[in-house]
């Protein structure tokens, strides 16, 4: 499978962006994975930002986005979105999209180590 993360860009404090992953590949099911998005700011280490259930019905979301990020996905279209809002400095980062490691898992992940087919990345900039 092919992930392919778009939508990043320079944005001051306070504004929002909305960020797209699409999946594209032969026999690839969508909706029976988990996806979820990562984030990776200079010389640290990757962060979970937020996941989602194959269904879209249930979210789950890292502490320091929570309230501000929203998570969602349209198996119609294989895509799943982060829709950003009040962005902080803090925000700024790589940010990647990624695909469970395993289909129909029943709970929602954290680890990096527990997704597969990570996207390219795109990058956000929030200036101050």
């Known amino acids: 499978v092919q992930l392919q993360a778009s939508g990043g860009g320079l944005v001051q404090a306070g504004g929002s962006l909305r960020l797209s992953c699409a999946a594209s590949g032969r026999n690839f099911i969508f909706s029976i994975y988990n996806m979820a998005w990562f984030r990776q700011a200079p010389g640290k280490e990757r962060e979970f930002v937020a996941a989602?259930?194959?269904?879209?019905?249930?979210?789950y979301y890292g502490d320091s986005v929570k309230g501000r990020f929203t998570i969602s996905r349209d198996n119609a279209k294989s895509t799943v979105y982060l829709q950003m809002n009040s962005l902080k400095p803090e925000d700024t980062a790589v940010y990647y999209c990624?695909?469970?490691?395993?289909?129909?898992?029943?709970?929602?992940?954290?680890?990096?180590?527990?997704?597969?087919?990570w996207g390219q990345g795109t990058l956000v900039t929030v200036s101050s």
């Open positions: 989602v259930s194959g269904s879209g019905g249930s979210t």
């Open positions: 990624a695909g469970d490691a395993q289909l129909l898992r029943a709970v929602l992940v954290t680890r990096p180590s527990d997704y597969t087919s």
